[in-house]
T-cell receptor, first 114, second 116 residues
């Protein structure tokens, strides 16, 4: 059973608009969440993270929102740029339980059209 | 630092052959992870090491898979015998302290394995 779900396999957005990527999780023990970006033929690269004690973390054009009660997080990219076109993975871990591994969603492919 | 280094980048082999994938983590990182990416299952953790010791290998599919980390600068993942369903992209990643703020995992470029 998937503990981290990204229900939208793909998303298409116009350049300059907002991109919103969603992620749901089922394990209430998760206390740390990350977003990774992946270009073709490359490994995933870290984008932004959020601890469960926060509900928002911002880094430039990227903001991650966490709704613990709904077990939902989202990544907002504003404004979207063609270079943001990639696959975005949501990941979660249980740091408090000393779990060193990340559980990944299956990814959402974002296409930003000029 | 050159980042996480994986070799080979591409591997094509025939069913039944032994396959060895290699990884050099970022110097100073205490944790090393092996992942497999497929269309059906996405990115799944196979095994991870802390200070060269395997911590969790529950993701290793079956006994045909084995991984070792003989020292802090090298790990390998072996599949023997290989099967067509093992075809996937295998990633290695390393980190200082996984899951804590600022200590994210750094991924290598991956090895694309094709078993005919």
């Amino acid at each position: 059973d998937q503990q981290v779900k990204q229900n939208s396999p793909s998303l298409s957005v116009q350049e300059g608009r907002i991109s919103i990527l969603n992620c749901d999780y089922t394990n209430s023990m998760f206390d740390y969440f990350l977003w990774y970006k992946k270009y073709p033929a490359e490994g995933p690269t870290f984008l932004i993270s959020i601890s469960s004690i926060k509900d928002k973390n911002e880094d430039g054009r990227f903001t991650v929102f966490l709704n613990k009660s709904a077990k939902h997080l989202s990544l907002h990219i504003v404004p979207s740029q063609p270079g943001d076109s990639a696959v975005y993975f949501c990941a979660a871990s249980n740091v408090g339980g000393s779990q060193g591994n990340l559980i990944f969603g299956k990814g959402t492919k974002l296409s930003v059209k000029p | 630092d050159a980042g996480v280094i994986q070799s080979p980048r591409h591997e094509v082999t025939e069913m039944g052959q032994e396959v060895t994938l290699r990884c050099k983590p970022i110097s100073g990182h205490d944790y090393l992870f092996w992942y497999r990416q497929t269309m059906m299952r996405g990115l799944e953790l196979l095994i991870y090491f802390n200070n060269n010791v395997p911590i969790d290998d529950s993701g290793m599919p079956e006994d045909r898979f084995s991984a070792k980390m003989p020292n802090a600068s090298f790990s390998n993942l072996k599949i023997q015998p290989s099967e067509p369903r093992d075809s996937a992209v295998y990633f290695c990643a390393s980190s200082l302290r996984p899951g804590t703020s600022g200590d994210e995992q750094f991924f290598g470029p991956g090895t694309r394995l094709t078993v005919l």
